[in-house]
């Protein structure tokens, strides 16, 4: 049964389905269901009584065939809907003759497209999205080469999609809540996690969030509204439409924000989250970055579809495809996104294309199944970074002289973070037992207790910078 | 002649929760701190004597069931249980899924973060009705249907929990739910842990599992077994009315995420519960039937073939203890290691298969802890490694029967 009845039908076609819904019984997959409760126009189509709920699929055809005199016009209200009949056998073509056209504001050289449509940055704005990509970019470059040098154990960067993370951050509201996948530091630090913070979080010392127990790059901050990697893939899709299920039962003035990557569509939690958002009718955003590459499985090996944007619509979801390596036109995306997501309570799909220049991690080498040149490429001529300074610079917003003090500032900044995270003592043995559940229960406490009396045995066997 | 129950009134001075590993060396006095952090706020109701107690903050526990028997396996009809006699003196009467209904309802009413989900639970009621009533009362997004997929809609509440609602996810089937596997493993039971105590996922996960009547092999698993193992997760199996209204209400109340497993066959049990709210204990055992001679552990349907076969035993000269475990997750070593101690024989009776199922890692549990109280080596009665038949005659001996128990009983006792 169509919930979005006022939009999409006529008046008359609106009381022939009231007309049948007051008539016998159906299955439960047909009641007409109202998500909010409060609406006053939902009075119309649903009444209380609960045998409305139950529509007879029978009914409705005899009367249509009485009205309807060209065979060809005949309508059949089949579970779902009316659908027009045809005579001619027909196949949807399995892609369109052009794929979805993407959205962009500034060319590759920086410069402004005439007539472009655009949300209006500040200069506060445009200038801190500028630094802050700057920041990741040379956060990364540290933490990839600490890894090499063996002071870091694992290291991904987000080379290459500095806008996706910087600009979707900058046009969300600080109550969004973040669902990542592991390639979106660069949301935390625009929220303004530290330096000092992300290397505590690599290095598992003891003023880590997470107190030592994940894996470099999954970071979590309940304070910034960013829920911590889990490393699976795809799974915290359907935990973002959770959570935007529950803002809005708390008709919070916030949605839910969730990235995936390309590889991370073909899971089936992203098919499912999509329909259930959907249905659910939640305020949630899919922001799908599609960089090519998952690990070694190039996106003509992940999907056949003319990329992520056209699977929204099989799901009834409004999508975009955007230049991802466009920071105003990612901003613009998703600041509009958000606001239809939130008032008008829906989901919305934006694909970001990109281009993932790293290696998935540092466990990978990606030029045994890429070219360099071609990473080469994208890295100099693509460069999500130079294509914003240059816009910047043509407003006055930025000068060689201010590039040159940020970058040396930052790197200062990122190496004495690291220094002082290394130093940093490891958590306690405590914290290997904690927060498994809200109290230890006595059978953890016990296998603690069996691990410190080993440790007690055999001091020479086990690290001695590590803390009881 | 039926065996007399008795309630356990005193032991509910037993409030604890000690687990897998206990130093049986010392007399383990019920820890009141381990509790403590959780216990504080509850009312806990009295009706089997008529005096009301209550036990302070430290202490959480419901008070025993009124002496009960349910002689039979399965009770389907009332007249069953008409026959036992019910103390208290006010109460009310209700079927199993009356009594998860009345459970949820209550909590829904407490807090208007309690909400449910799964597939059916709305309008329809639920497929087993649990559920019925809740959507006309609470809305259609407290009482929420979702499309078919169970990782989703489980990792729907895994979200919506992290966000601060507290969602009840209802699998139709537990079979069901190995969709979610997942969902619960990776994202449920670890992400309290791995953000590093930031966020709490305090889902409840229900849902009937258990062989049935000729329902087929694949609704008729046991996920108690599957699930053991996941760290952070805690389970729970009713098997009385009164035990699921007080193990739904508690488990929606913790703030960990708990499994509370249901049984097919048992959703239609009449019992009469207290009319003053109560709740029962997560970590708890429950004792069935105080004995002397042998200690008999089973949960959920078993617990009724085990007390048909205790009839049969009482007849026979046996004095059978009966403990419904009830807490597969963590076990209560406290009440079944007191019970080791006093009669010296063990004989598990679970409806999990033979491998890797709740009773092996009770038996393993119960040897590692209690060895030397033992006379004879711990005994286990399983469902064998097969998917269950469909044909009613090869379905009911893939089942733990009260003869087998008999035997095994004669058989650990000679």
């Not at chain 1, 949807?92 to 056209?101: A, D, G, Q, W, Y």
């Not at chain 1, 913070?197 to 509204?225: I, T, W």
């Not at chain 1, 290997?432 to 016990?446: A, C, K, T």
């Not at chain 2, 806990?44 to 025993?64: E, K």
């Amino acid at each position: 049964m169509a919930l979005r009845l006022r939009s999409s039908l006529s008046k008359s076609n609106f009381f022939n389905i009231l007309r049948y819904n007051n008539l016998g019984f159906g299955t439960a997959s047909q009641t007409t269901r109202h998500l909010r409760t409060h609406d006053p126009t939902t009075l119309l189509r649903v009444s209380q009584n609960p045998i409305t709920r139950f529509c007879n699929t029978m009914a409705e055809k005899l009367s249509s065939v009485g009205e309807h005199e060209d065979a060809n016009a005949q309508v059949m209200d089949f579970p779902g809907g009316k659908v027009a009949f045809t005579p001619e056998i027909k196949f949807i073509s399995e892609s369109s003759k052009e794929r979805v056209p993407c959205y962009r504001v500034l060319d590759d050289n920086g410069q402004l497209i005439t007539n472009s449509h655009f949300v209006q940055v500040s200069e506060e704005v445009a200038v801190k999205m500028y630094s802050d990509m700057v920041t990741l970019q040379i956060m990364d470059n540290i933490f990839y080469e600490a890894q090499r040098q063996g002071r870091l154990s694992f290291y991904a960067t987000t080379i290459g999609e500095e806008a996706i993370n910087i600009a979707s951050a900058a046009a969300l509201s600080p109550q969004d809540v973040i669902f990542p996948q592991y390639r979106e530091p660069g949301v935390l630090l625009w929220r303004g996690f530290t330096l000092q913070e992300f290397a505590n979080q690599c290095f598992g010392n003891k003023s880590d969030n997470g107190k030592g127990r994940q894996m470099p790059v999954h970071y979590g901050s309940n304070k910034l509204n960013y829920f911590t990697v889990s490393a699976t893939i795809a799974t915290q899709l359907p935990n973002a439409v959770g959570a935007a299920y529950s803002l809005k039962m708390d008709k919070k003035d916030a949605c839910a924000v969730t990235y995936f990557g390309d590889g991370g569509s073909s899971e089936g939690d992203f098919h499912a989250a999509l329909n259930f958002a959907a249905v659910m009718e939640a305020p949630v955003l899919f922001i799908c970055r599609n960089n090519g590459w998952a690990i070694s499985t190039p996106t003509s090996d992940q999907f056949r579809s003319d990329g992520l944007v056209v699977k929204g619509r099989a799901y009834g979801i409004r999508s975009i495809r955007v230049d991802g390596n466009d920071a105003l036109a990612m901003y613009s995306a998703v600041h509009t996104a958000r606001e239809m997501a939130i008032t008008e309570e829906r989901p919305i799909l934006i694909e970001a294309l990109t281009y993932r220049v790293g290696h998935h991690s540092t466990s990978d080498d990606s030029t045994r199944y890429r070219s360099a040149d071609e990473i080469e490429w994208w890295n100099k001529a693509r460069n999500p970074l130079s294509r914003l300074r240059t816009w910047i610079e043509s407003n006055g917003w930025w000068s060689d002289e201010e590039e040159s003090d940020l970058r040396s500032r930052i790197k200062k900044e990122m190496l004495e973070a690291l220094r002082v995270a290394e130093k940093t003592e490891k958590p306690n043995l405590e914290n290997m037992f904690s927060d498994v559940y809200d109290v230890p229960p006595l059978n953890l406490r016990e296998q603690e207790r069996q691990v410190r009396q080993t440790i007690k045995s055999y001091p020479q066997d086990y690290p001695s910078d590590v803390p009881l | 002649m039926s065996a007399i129950l008795q309630g356990a009134g005193a032991g509910a001075a037993a409030a604890l929760s000690p687990f897998n590993s206990i130093d049986s060396n010392k007399v383990v006095a019920p820890s009141r701190s381990s509790l403590s952090v959780r216990c504080k706020r509850y009312i806990v109701a009295g009706s089997d004597d008529g005096t009301n107690q209550s036990f302070g903050s430290s202490s959480l526990v419901a008070r025993r069931s009124q002496p009960l028997m349910i002689p039979n396996a399965v009770s389907t009809t009332k007249a069953d249980t008409a026959a036992s006699s019910t103390s208290s003196k006010s109460g009310h009467e209700l079927l199993l899924f009356e009594a998860l209904q009345e459970g949820l309802e209550e909590e829904m009413d407490r807090d208007p973060h309690v909400c449910v989900m799964g597939e059916d639970v709305g309008h329809y009621g639920g497929s087993y009705k649990v559920t019925k009533g809740l959507a006309d009362k609470f809305g259609d997004l407290r009482v929420l249907d979702t499309p078919i997929c169970e990782n989703a809609f489980t990792g729907m509440g895994i979200g919506a929990a992290m966000t601060g609602l507290r969602p009840v996810i209802e699998g139709m089937n537990m079979g069901f739910l190995l969709l979610a596997f997942n969902q619960i493993s990776n994202n449920c039971g670890m992400l309290h842990y791995t953000s590093g105590g930031q966020f709490t996922i305090p889902v409840v996960i229900r849902g009937p599992g258990g062989v049935g009547r000729q329902l087929g092999a694949e609704h008729s698993q046991r996920l108690e077994s599957y699930f053991q193992s996941i760290p952070g997760i805690q389970m729970v199996a009713c098997s009385t009315p009164y035990n699921a209204k007080g193990l739904m209400k508690a488990a929606i109340r913790s703030e960990n995420p708990v499994i509370l497993f249901e049984h097919v066959l048992l959703y239609n049990l009449k019992e009469s519960i207290p009319d003053e709210e109560y709740i029962c204990n997560l970590e708890e055992a429950e004792m069935v039937r105080p004995g002397e001679h042998i200690t008999i552990l089973t949960y959920s349907r078993m617990r009724y073939h085990v007390m048909q076969a205790a009839k049969t035993l009482v007849n026979k000269g046996y004095d059978p203890e009966v403990i419904d475990i009830r807490s597969l997750k963590p076990f209560d070593l406290h009440t079944i290691g007191n019970s080791v101690k006093k009669t010296h024989r063990v004989l598990i009776v679970e409806e999990c298969m033979r491998t890797g199922g709740i009773g092996a890692s009770l038996t393993a549990a119960i040897n590692e802890n209690f060895h030397d109280y033992l006379d004879a080596p711990v005994m286990c009665l399983s469902s064998q490694d097969v998917p269950t038949p469909y044909a009613g005659t090869l379905e009911e001996w893939t089942v733990v029967q009260p003869a087998q128990i008999v035997t095994a009983v004669e058989q650990l006792c000679q």
